[in-house]
């Protein structure tokens, strides 16, 4: 028998179920072999993890602590990082077809690509994510995000700020849950807008964050009433 250290994987034409459990329990980590395991055997195998490559893989996520669930389709995903320290640097590109995301009974994004950058400081014992760059585009809408993500039990701390110029108002319309549009049929709307935001508080089975937003006018924007009672440039 030998030792055989796994730096690398490299997946392509594949389907990945991913889960949380209520309890937070997950499916994805890797298992580390104990000190009796390595004692006991003459060789044995090693994540030393430090990049990851996928593409055209099929994901299912669902994560039962806070009801979410995504459907994605990765067709290109590079990750990199020393996976199995406790603190570590997360390098990620990401080209993707999101077919539906889901948080409680609200569907959110359906049938949109995107792509996704992003650097991440990343504490595995603290369960904390800070995000460095993070350069987030779906459809035709793009958006910057800084800030920290912790894992507090079964629920998430939130503290982001979101920020967006010269976003296609049609775009971002169209990515709306369902439900407002309807409140948005009788109206028209063109040009652009900039947006700033920020996400703070717990997030979870029976909590939400709250969310602060301002918006500006931007080139050529214009939302009207089609009875003409109500403009707004």
Not at 28 to 38: N, V
Not at 105 to 111: G, I
Not at 193 to 222: N, R, Y
């Amino acid at each position: 028998k030998g030792n055989y250290d796994i730096h690398s994987i490299v997946a392509e034409d594949a389907k990945l179920n991913v889960w949380i459990d209520k309890n937070g329990k997950d499916n994805y980590h890797f298992l580390k072999p104990s000190d009796d395991t390595l004692q006991a055997d003459t060789g044995h195998v090693a994540f030393v993890l430090e990049s990851i490559e996928l593409k055209n893989i099929k994901v299912h996520y669902r994560d039962r602590r806070t009801k979410s669930e995504l459907h994605i389709d990765l067709n290109e995903a590079t990750c990199s990082g020393d996976f199995t320290d406790e603190k570590f640097t997360l390098h990620t590109q990401v080209g993707f077809y999101v077919h539906q995301l889901k948080s409680g009974k609200t569907t959110y994004f359906s049938e949109n690509s995107g792509s996704l950058e992003l650097d991440a400081a990343v504490d595995q014992v603290a369960g904390s994510y800070t995000f460095e760059k993070c350069r987030l585009r779906l459809s035709d809408l793009a958006l910057g995000i800084n800030g920290a993500v912790v894992e507090k039990g079964n629920n998430y701390q939130l503290d982001l700020a979101v920020k967006g110029d010269e976003i296609d108002l049609p775009a971002a319309l169209s990515l709306l849950p369902a439900t407002y549009h309807d409140r948005l049929k009788n109206f028209e709307y063109s040009g652009k807008f900039l947006a700033e935001a920020t996400i703070k508080g717990m997030i979870g089975d029976s909590v939400q964050p709250v969310i602060m937003a301002d918006f500006a006018a931007g080139k050529g924007m214009e939302m009207a009433k089609k009875d003409g009672s109500i403009t707004i440039r």
